[in-house]
């Protein structure tokens, strides 16, 4: 007989910015929020990467359990036996080191997007969450959105043909003018020490429309070509990036843009129209942006004499603790994985987030953006300074800043 209690995952929290207070805010929400009884989460342990008070204090900010500990280093965190899995939201650069210094320690991980810096990297995360016999997945957020797994229905049962061409868009109009962005140098969102550019850290939300709704949805999977052309920031960072992926067998292609100067949604109020267009054979689906956090996508059809399908999907809101972003349905995703014995998410396999890096991967070589060794290397190194907090010798006059 079926257990009428939830199932509930001990989280780990690696690093404490703002990403991380995000999402362990979504986890603090009540799952009955989302009409969700099958899995429930808590928050366990918090890590920062040197420094224990940053730790206690986020702790507090995001009105944690007082029972929650404060930790010091990411070697304590991964070393808590009470953490089931570990959720790393350090910035992409780290994200090797880091991953891979809690998938040694047999932790489950869930790893935030971009998922490394390099294909070989993903490769080795994914090898040694394999020989370790745990649960790994990337946190594409925006994949495991209600919107998004209707959207991908749409597509698989017909609703507009056969899907021939996406074009997906994340952009941030941050120009400044006199060739600078809004954003120090120094900034991650252009330090190629941070790996900083906009296709890591934007791009990949255009990728993951084109993705989920090519490639994800094709039965005999097709690696694309890939032609990409990107304007570098003076940091050596991509400012704009445009990639077009190419599936020849499936006759279908994805345009994915992504740019620091101009962008996607103009006024704020979507009057620039969609951020995504799935084009069929028999119509359209739109969604209307930003890419990462979708709330209404249009259903246009060749014979639809000028009457749109709108659906609307907002998404629900805590009251109580006046907070709710959408982060929680991956995590409930990992959860059910972990109750299942499942190793991978179904809807965001391994195989595809290393197809979507080798893509990443290449678009930036054929653009010239070349990164730190330190930030590249596939070599693991539990101390690391990217795994101690400890600042590394500045491999250009860029100085990256100390992870939180």
Not at 14 to 30: C, P
Not at 33 to 41: E, Q
Not at 190 to 202: F, H, K, S, T
Request: proline share 5%; hydrophobic share 40%; with cysteine.
């Amino acid at each position: 007989m079926a257990s009428s209690s939830p199932y509930t995952v001990k989280w780990g929290i690696m690093a404490t910015g703002w990403i991380a207070e995000t999402f362990v805010k979504d986890l603090l929400t009540s799952p009955a929020l989302r009409d969700v009884s099958d899995v429930a989460h808590e928050v366990v342990a918090v890590a920062s990467s040197s420094d224990q008070q940053r730790a206690a204090d986020f702790i507090a900010k995001v009105k944690a359990p007082s029972s929650t500990k404060a930790y010091g280093s990411y070697h304590e965190l991964v070393a808590d036996p009470n953490v089931d899995i570990v959720y790393v939201a350090t910035p992409h650069s780290h994200h090797f080191q880091n991953a891979m210094l809690a998938l040694e320690a047999g932790k489950n991980v869930l790893c935030e997007k971009a998922l490394t810096v390099t294909a070989s990297q993903s490769r080795k995360l994914i090898e040694a969450a394999k020989a370790k016999g745990v649960f790994f997945m990337e946190a594409v957020w925006t994949r495991y959105f209600p919107l998004s797994i209707k959207v991908r229905e749409l597509i698989k049962e017909g609703a507009i043909g056969t899907v021939y061409r996406v074009i997906a868009d994340l952009s941030l109009g941050n120009d400044a003018g006199n060739g600078k962005v809004t954003w120090a140098d120094t900034h991650r969102m252009v330090n190629p020490d941070l790996a900083g550019g906009a296709l890591l850290d934007l791009g990949i939300y255009s990728l993951t429309w084109v993705f989920q709704t090519l490639y994800h949805l094709q039965s005999e999977k097709e690696k694309p070509n890939v032609v990409a052309a990107i304007n570098k920031y003076h940091t050596g960072a991509d400012e704009s990036t445009s990639i077009i992926v190419q599936f020849p067998k499936h006759k279908s292609m994805g345009i994915a843009l992504t740019s620091l100067r101009v962008a996607s949604d103009v006024d704020g109020l979507k009057s620039s129209g969609p951020a995504i267009k799935i084009q069929g054979s028999e119509g359209e689906i739109h969604v209307m942006g930003p890419a990462y956090r979708p709330l209404q996508y249009k259903v246009i059809k060749k014979d639809c004499k000028g009457e749109v399908e709108v659906v609307d999907c907002p998404i629900p809101r805590d009251q109580e603790r006046d907070w709710g972003q959408g982060m929680w349905w991956e995590a409930d995703e990992c959860a059910r994985c972990l109750r299942d014995g499942r190793k991978e998410s179904e809807t965001l396999p391994w195989e595809e987030s290393i197809v979507i890096m080798e893509v990443m991967e290449e678009a930036l070589r054929q653009g010239g953006v070349v990164y730190p060794e330190v930030i590249t290397t596939d070599v693991y190194d539990a101390q690391s300074p990217l795994n101690t907090g400890k600042r590394p010798p500045a491999p250009n006059h860029w100085r990256s800043g100390k992870p939180q």
